[in-house]
């Protein structure tokens, strides 16, 4: 049986997580809500809803994690750099759905194991920036944020941050989970633990510890908007908030690191969020970039080697190879992502430890945001040019990394 906390509890696990003030890192990458009258009614709204995972599917999930662990299977995780609440209906699920599936069959019959599919679905609404404005046509505008927070129309309207849009993301994220649940539940037994299951960046703390559950039956307290959250590079603080909270709840976890992560901090990122060293809880997805991979990470994965937590290897082979094309937008190279998984699958090799898969960013139809595969250049890259945020690989593309990555 799973239930709302009740407020007390809710209030304690809120103050452990977010006593950091506004202004302090802890509490990096939020919205601001500008005092908005409403704010309290939506999230007391939002404690009252229920959650859109299960205490058993985050238990089934967990199994699958651990034979992940144990390089008995491996881990595909993909889907929007930034979901469209537009786009949150039947048919655009089930394209998802469908490419997510086409992305791990493939990598079983390349690779010979079995493939947990995760999507980056059903809360993948918010995004942390690197700066709070942005220039459109000469005018200084707030930076998109996400559908849960603004708009990505270019107007100071638009962009204003609106509490109300976590109800939105919420109603859009329970259908799209209630849409995965069927699609599981019609799978044979021995596959359920497989997926799909749901991720994303958890990251708007006030929509987060609004869905925080417990399930009676366990004492267990779980985060009720996804089954497989992660915390990010910019959020990553082992003092701040994000991974205070992430560290109160049951769901299994992933934490991203990029090329400047010290062992000092990812080693107490380890005990934060591991420190029961339980095998399939944490998730290390290594985002370095094409030229900085073979050096930093051999370092990190066997400093938490040492360390003796169990935790799965992820390669995210696009983060950080992310440049700015001549036509003035976002793009990625195939070949810097081919040598970043290349050289992350060669550290793992040489540590002697198991790749456990990829996280991409894919999108569910023919996009031309990343060069390769027959998108040579900005002319053609801008043709289907459609991502809120940054770029996906279309599904041909994705299949070409997957072979290279076999």
């Known amino acids: 049986m799973t239930a709302t906390l009740p407020m007390s509890g809710l209030a304690v696990l809120e103050a452990g997580a977010c006593e950091a003030p506004a202004r302090d890192a802890g509490l990096a990458q939020q919205p601001h809500w500008g005092g908005h009258p409403d704010l309290e009614r939506i999230k007391t709204l939002l404690r009252e809803l229920p959650p859109m995972v299960t205490a058993t599917e985050l238990n089934q999930l967990r199994e699958a994690l651990v034979r992940v662990q144990g390089a008995g299977a491996m881990l595909v995780q993909a889907g929007d750099c930034a979901e469209s609440l537009y786009e949150c209906t039947e048919a655009g699920t089930a394209a998802k759905l469908d490419v997510l599936s086409q ?7 390349r690779l010979g194991l079995p493939v947990v599919r995760v999507g980056r679905i059903a809360g993948q609404f918010a995004k942390p920036r690197s700066r709070p404005v942005e220039t459109h046509k000469g005018r200084e505008l707030p930076v998109f944020r996400g559908h ?13 941050h609106d509490p109300y849009r976590m109800l939105w993301a919420y109603r859009a994220g329970l259908k799209v989970s209630d849409r995965l649940r069927g699609s599981r539940d019609g799978a044979p037994a021995r596959s359920v633990a497989a997926g799909p299951w749901t991720s994303h960046e958890m990251l708007v703390i006030d929509y987060e510890t ?19 959250p992660w915390v990010g590079e910019r959020t990553r603080d082992p003092r701040g908030a994000h991974v205070r909270l992430l560290a109160t709840v049951h769901n299994p976890l992933a ?22 060293r339980t095998p399939g809880r944490l998730t290390l997805i290594a985002r370095m970039g094409a030229r900085h ?34 036509a003035g937008v976002k793009t990625r190279r195939m070949t810097d992502m081919i040598q970043e998984a290349r050289s992350f699958l060669a550290v793992m090799d040489r540590l002697n430890l198991h790749p456990g898969g990829l996280h991409l960013e894919v999108a569910a139809s023919a996009v031309t945001e990343c060069i390769g595969s027959r998108i040579a250049d900005d002319s053609s890259m801008l043709s289907q040019y ?21």
């Open 148 to 160: 849960m927070i603004n708009s990505e129309t270019p107007t100071t309207e638009a962009r204003r």
């Open 293 to 326: 991979v073979t050096e930093a990470l051999p370092p990190l994965a066997a400093g938490v080697r040492r360390s003796g937590h169990p935790v799965i290897w992820l390669c995210d082979p696009m983060h950080a190879n992310t440049i700015q094309a001549a």
């Open 210 to 228: 609004s869905l925080l559950r417990m399930d009676f039956e366990s004492g267990m307290i779980f985060l009720g908007s996804a089954h497989f």
């Open 103 to 109: 992305l791990a069959d493939h990598a079983e019959s």
């Open 255 to 276: 934490c991203k690191l990029g090329p400047n992560a010290r062992l000092s901090d990812v080693i107490e990122l380890c005990e934060q969020l591991d420190p029961d």
């Open 386 to 406: 459609t991502t809120l945020c940054d770029p996906r690989l279309n599904p041909d593309q994705a299949i070409e990394l997957i072979d290279a990555w076999a």
